[in-house]
């Protein structure tokens, strides 16, 4: 019987999509944030006007999208990862023959289920209690595979490198779930339409991927005359793809560059 | 026949003082060999750069007949490690752990019969998570040898054990060495450990080797001086001699064939290895 890397890989994923759905409370806190949020704030913002025959709520369904993608990617990966190094699991495999890249595409498909668990998680509240329209138009699910492509590769890239912050795995649920909690208020998911937030921290909002990633989920979503709710007043689809991308890159060298297999205090 | 570890000279060095000073090992094959010391000594250190963990500042290390800082993916089939405090794979079964390490080999033994060696085959459906710490470190010898190692790296494998598994333990470990010649690199600081199941023993203290030899000879214990101690007439006497059988035979013409309360002792293991340390501070 020889070893292949695909096969290896595969067990990986195997393995990692049975612990994270057998381990139940973290689990439902990864997807049920937000939907538990889109139901609450959806029922304020239900009674509101965001342009003429468009009520808030939908702009919040489609946004919080990105939020679910932030929840499952960078969260769940971030906190993962430490779990991973504290626990013995990357010591372990660096001690038996496995190509490292075998752990990492583990990682990758667990993101991936549970990234299009959640938006099908979110898009059904979306629907059935604020009425979300489904496209039908083809170029508009084009939109939602590269929107959802990019930033899926993106926040789980951050979120691996987020995962050498914390010191242990009770310090990463803070460290991890606070500046992401902000990061979601300023990038307007929490807030419909995003141009009442104040505009410094619309800018702020602006430098980081999770307002561009809502954006282009709402442009997929909404029809086009909620383009002018967006700051731009257009969808600005050039631009989220350049920011998403730019974020993928950092992301992506910012990995390479402090990914550790090893704890500190075994450092 | 090769030695599965040789190592000559070897140095490592943490914040400009060395953690591990020209350490010398030779480990034969099918050997189980005890490396013992305080904590600070530099076990871990040696046994991480042995185990590829780690590099090395300074000597030669060959095991298994490679370099392990330069050796192929592949050697790694040749070596098996029971880690210290792992607690992953928790909402896994112990069978479907055995069965995921088991895929990494090309070889592996097979899965009921590693789990059956190390005594989990009631427990084989339950997760990992909810056994005891006992039970929990027989996962991880199943899953150091289900690769069929050449080299088993057991790191304080009994540490928080009761009394009953450790000796559990220690058989499993004895029948690994006996069925499968596997060579066992074993770090403990319980020096009953050692005595129950090293072949040879090295002490490691301020990163040197202070003694090399089997637990019996270790540090010249066997022909150190023995206390003969007795009583005679209602009193405890006690004497230290290095021709103990002469003090004995001469008591024995003096008190008659009986001698009351008779005890021949020489050093314990326990008595030479705090010798050996206590040399080096």
């Known amino acids: ?267 | 026949m090769t030695d599965a570890v040789r190592v000559r000279g070897l140095r490592k060095i943490y914040h400009g003082r060395p953690a591990v000073d020209g350490v010398d090992l030779d480990i034969a094959d099918g050997e189980i060999f005890a490396l013992l010391g305080p904590n600070g000594a530099g076990k871990t250190t040696t046994v991480e750069i042995l185990e590829g963990f780690r590099k090395r500042d300074g000597g030669e290390v060959s095991v298994l007949g490679a370099d392990p800082q330069r050796a192929p993916r592949s050697w790694r089939y040749g070596i098996g490690l029971v880690l210290q405090n792992a607690s992953d794979m928790a909402d896994m079964t112990v069978a479907e752990t055995v069965r995921h390490f088991a895929r990494y080999y090309p070889d592996p033994r097979p899965v009921d019969e590693v789990i059956d060696l190390v005594g989990l085959t009631e427990k084989a459906g339950r997760k990992v998570r909810t056994l005891s710490g006992g039970q929990r470190r027989r996962v991880d010898v199943a899953i150091g040898v289900i690769g069929r190692p050449r080299l088993l790296f057991l790191d304080e494998p009994t540490t928080g054990f009761d009394p009953e598994a450790r000796r559990q333990f220690w058989a499993l470990t004895r029948t690994l060495s006996a069925q499968d010649g596997t060579t066992i690199l074993l770090t403990t600081h319980y020096l009953d450990e050692v005595e129950a199941l090293a072949h040879r023993v090295a002490v490691l203290s301020g990163g040197r080797i202070r003694a090399t030899g089997t637990p019996r000879d270790l540090g010249g214990r066997d022909t150190a001086e023995a206390t003969v101690s007795w009583i005679e007439d209602g009193e405890h006497r006690s004497t230290t001699t290095a021709k103990p059988t002469g003090v004995v035979s001469e008591l024995a013409d003096r008190l008659g064939d009986e001698i009351p309360g008779l005890l021949v002792t020489r050093p314990s293991l326990e008595d030479t290895y705090l010798d050996l340390i206590g040399s080096s501070r």
Not at chain 1, 110 to 122: K, N, R, S
């Open chain 1, 1 to 267: 019987m020889t070893v292949s890397p695909v096969g290896l890989s595969a067990a990986r994923a195997g393995v990692e999509l049975r612990q994270f759905f057998r381990e139940r409370t973290a689990m439902i806190f990864t997807f049920a944030l937000p939907v538990v949020l889109l139901t609450l704030l959806g029922s304020i913002f239900d009674k509101q006007v965001a342009v003429a025959g468009i009520p808030s709520s939908q702009l919040l369904a489609a946004g919080m999208i990105a939020g679910g993608i932030g929840s499952t990617c960078f969260v769940n990966l971030a906190t993962s990862i430490v779990s991973d190094r504290e626990d013995g699991t990357l010591k372990r495999l660096r001690g038996v023959p496995m190509p490292p890249i075998a752990y990492f595409i583990g990682k990758i498909v667990l993101v991936l289920v549970t990234a299009v668990a959640e938006v099908i998680l979110v898009l059904a509240v979306g629907a059935t209690f604020f009425d979300l329209p489904l496209p039908d138009d083809p170029r508009r699910w084009l939109t939602f595979g590269w929107v959802f492509l990019l930033g899926v590769t993106g926040c789980a890239l951050l979120g691996a490198a987020m995962s050498s912050v914390p010191r242990s795995v009770r310090g990463a649920a803070p460290i991890v779930n606070l500046p992401f909690l902000v990061l979601q208020f300023v990038s307007g998911i929490f807030i419909v339409p995003i141009t009442n937030l104040p505009e410094p921290l619309q800018q702020i909002g602006a430098l980081f991927p999770l307002k561009w990633m809502a954006q282009g989920f709402r442009s997929v979503f909404l029809p086009d005359a909620a383009a002018a709710t967006e700051p731009a007043g257009t969808w600005e689809h050039g631009r989220i793809a350049v920011v998403l991308a730019v974020w993928c890159l950092g992301g992506l060298i910012l990995c390479l560059t402090t990914f550790r297999w090893q704890g500190r205090k075994d450092g």
